[in-house]
């Protein structure tokens, strides 16, 4: 069994500062990439930032400049530094994962976590 665990969200003024984590945990074998979405009410689910093994990321280009996506590999865990916060980031952000696990090596799997809420609000 595998899981994502997301925190750090929460209430924030335009041009604050939010840092989201997403932990890993279970049978894991090896994490490909760990990728940030959100969706705000109404809208689809966006690709906010992505982050590979080797540590090349890419952004969307609402949030290039703003947020940075890192990770520690040591503890399966990536965050998502969020600075200069405007009205229109406020969404519910989910962690994404492509992982394999220890029982199943050979096969990837799409994990996702269950979703923080962020909100930009005066």
């Known amino acids: 069994q595998v899981q994502l665990v997301e925190s750090g969200g929460g209430l924030v003024q335009p041009g604050g500062s939010l840092r989201l984590s997403c932990a890993a945990s279970?049978?894991?074998?090896?994490?490909?990439?760990m990728d940030w979405y959100r969706q705000a009410p109404g809208r689809q689910r966006e690709l906010v930032a992505h982050?590979?093994?080797?540590?090349?990321?890419t952004y969307a280009d609402s949030v290039k400049g703003r947020f940075t996506i890192s990770r520690d590999k040591a503890k399966n865990t990536a965050y998502l530094q969020m600075n200069n916060l405007k009205f229109e980031d406020t969404a519910v952000y989910y962690c994404?994962?492509?992982?394999?696990?220890?029982?199943?090596?050979?096969?990837?799997?799409?994990?996702w976590g269950q979703g923080t809420q962020v909100t930009v609000s005066s």
């Open positions: 279970g049978d894991i074998s090896s994490i490909y990439n």
């Open positions: 982050i590979l093994s080797s540590g090349t990321t």
């Open positions: 994404f994962a492509r992982m394999s696990t220890i029982t199943t090596p050979m096969s990837v799997g799409n994990y």
